[in-house]
């Protein structure tokens, strides 16, 4: 059983950065497909990035491409995701998620999920 806790949200001014730490256990990282969803209020939650398992391809919301980079740090066993340029729109909650499986774009492909950080950004 994999556990994932995130941290790192808070409030920012709109064109700002932060960094979202997702730290796993239970399981290594490496071998599954991670990613971030967002959620925002009265929203669907929806796919922003991925990192695919066993390597470094990676995917991106087309949202967010350009602004926001996936990353993995497995001797800590920990996912992050930059933020940058960040805008009011990226107002949500972000979760981490990581699949078995290749693929990791649907909520449904995710077999673990954190319990979210909140990123807030301010006009």
């Known amino acids: 059983q994999v556990q994932l806790v995130e941290s790192g949200g808070g409030l920012v001014q709109a064109g700002g950065s932060l960094r979202l730490s997702c730290a796993a256990s239970?399981?290594?990282?490496?071998?599954?497909?991670m990613g971030w969803f967002r959620q925002a209020p009265g929203k669907e939650r929806e796919f922003v990035a991925g990192?695919?398992?066993?390597?470094?391809?990676?995917d991106y919301v087309d949202s967010v491409k350009g602004r926001f980079l996936i990353s993995r740090d497995n001797a800590k066993n920990t996912l992050y995701l930059q933020l940058n340029s960040l805008k009011p729109e990226d107002t949500a909650v972000y979760y981490c998620?990581?699949?078995?499986?290749?693929?990791?774009?649907?909520?449904?492909?995710?077999?673990?999920w954190g319990q979210g950080t909140q990123v807030t950004v301010s006009s």
């Open positions: 239970g399981g290594t990282i490496g071998y599954y497909t």
């Open positions: 990192l695919r398992r066993f390597g470094t391809s990676t």
């Open positions: 998620a990581a699949a078995a499986a290749a693929r990791l774009r649907l909520q449904s492909d995710a077999n673990y």
